[in-house]
C-alpha cells in the first residue's frame, strides 16, 4: 500500500468514527434536546399522555396488584388526577415504575414527566429537581413480627439488623437515629419486607404510611416505636420547570377545594385527612 493511500484509509477511517459520534450524540441527547425551552406541561399536551413515575411496591399508594395486575394507591389516584386535569380524561396516563433510588434520574433523563412515589422533600433533593407544595405528610417508623423484643428505636443495638431501601431518607435517618444498629439496604420495598419474613432482620423501616400497607397485607407485623421523622412528600418535577411547578400547585390547591383530595384520602387510609 502506498503513502497516498495509507493517508486516504486514515483519513477516510476519521471521518467515519467522528460521524458515528456525532449521531450517537445526536441519539443520545435527543430526548434531552426535544424538552429544550419547552415546560413539561407544553410536551404533556403535545404527546397526549402524562407519563408518571409511580411505586409498584408500596400498597396504599403505589401498588401493582397481583391479582388484577393493575398498579393502584393513593399516589396513583392523584396522578390519575392531574392526568384528567391536563388532559381531560384519567386514563390519558402511563404508569412507569420507579424505586427511591431511580425516580430522580428518570425524571431527568425524561423518561418520566413527574414522579409521584412517596418521596420525601429534602433541601439535597431540591438541588437536582423542583418539587410540587406538599400533599401528603407522613413519619418514619418500625415495622416488626408481633412479639418482637423491639418496641421502638431505642431498642436497636449492635445485634440488631434493620431492612431499609437504597435511595430512601429512611435510610439517612436511622443511621443517624440508631447509630449502633446494623442497616441492610435492598432495591425496594417488597425485598426489604421479604427479608423482615424471613428473619433476615429483625425490623424494617421507612415511612409509617408504607409500613401500615405491608401490615394490613399480613397481620403477622406491626408497627412500633410512633413516629420519629416528618416526611413531607411532594410531586416531583424537573428542575427550573416553574411554569409546570405552579401547574401542579393550583391543582393541589384545587383538588383540595373541590373535596376529591378528601375522598381519596378516606379511600386509601380509611380516615380523615388532618386538618391544615
Not at 96 to 114: A, F, H, W
Not at 131 to 155: C, H, M, N, W
Not at 196 to 217: E, F, P, W
Not at 258 to 266: H, I, P, T, V
Request: glycine residues 8%.
Amino acid at each position: 500500500m502506498t503513502r497516498r493511500h495509507r493517508s486516504f484509509r486514515w483519513a477516510a477511517l476519521a471521518a467515519a468514527f467522528v460521524l458515528a459520534f456525532t449521531l450517537a450524540a445526536c441519539s443520545s441527547g435527543s430526548k434531552e434536546g426535544a424538552q429544550e425551552g419547552k415546560s413539561t406541561l407544553d410536551l404533556i399536551q403535545e404527546r397526549g399522555k402524562l407519563i408518571a413515575g409511580v411505586k409498584y411496591d408500596t400498597p396504599l399508594m403505589g401498588y401493582k396488584n397481583p391479582k388484577t395486575g393493575e398498579v393502584e394507591g393513593f399516589d396513583v389516584d392523584i396522578a390519575k388526577a392531574l392526568a384528567k386535569k391536563i388532559l381531560g380524561d384519567e386514563n390519558k396516563i402511563e404508569l412507569k415504575e420507579v424505586t427511591s433510588s431511580t425516580r430522580i434520574p428518570m425524571l431527568k433523563n425524561g423518561d418520566i414527566d413527574i414522579i409521584v412515589a412517596t418521596m420525601t422533600i429534602t433541601d439535597e433533593r431540591k438541588k437536582e429537581i423542583n418539587f410540587s407544595d406538599v400533599y401528603y405528610t407522613a413519619g418514619q417508623s418500625l415495622l416488626v413480627p408481633k412479639g418482637s423484643p423491639i418496641r421502638g428505636i431505642e431498642d436497636l443495638n449492635e445485634n440488631t439488623k434493620v431492612a431499609g431501601v437504597k435511595g430512601s431518607t429512611s435510610v439517612k435517618n436511622i443511621r443517624e437515629k440508631a447509630p449502633k444498629a446494623q442497616v441492610l439496604e435492598y432495591d425496594n420495598y417488597a425485598e426489604a419486607f421479604a427479608a423482615l419474613k424471613s428473619g433476615k432482620v429483625d425490623a424494617m423501616t421507612t415511612d409509617n404510611i408504607i409500613l401500615m400497607g405491608y401490615a394490613q397485607q399480613d397481620p403477622n407485623f406491626e408497627l412500633v416505636g410512633g413516629l420519629f421523622t416528618k416526611e413531607p412528600y411532594g410531586i416531583g418535577i424537573r428542575k427550573g420547570d416553574e411554569k409546570f411547578t405552579q401547574y401542579v400547585n393550583d391543582f393541589l390547591k384545587e383538588l383540595k377545594e373541590s373535596g376529591q383530595y378528601a375522598e381519596l384520602y378516606r379511600k386509601w387510609f380509611k380516615e380523615e385527612p388532618p386538618a391544615e
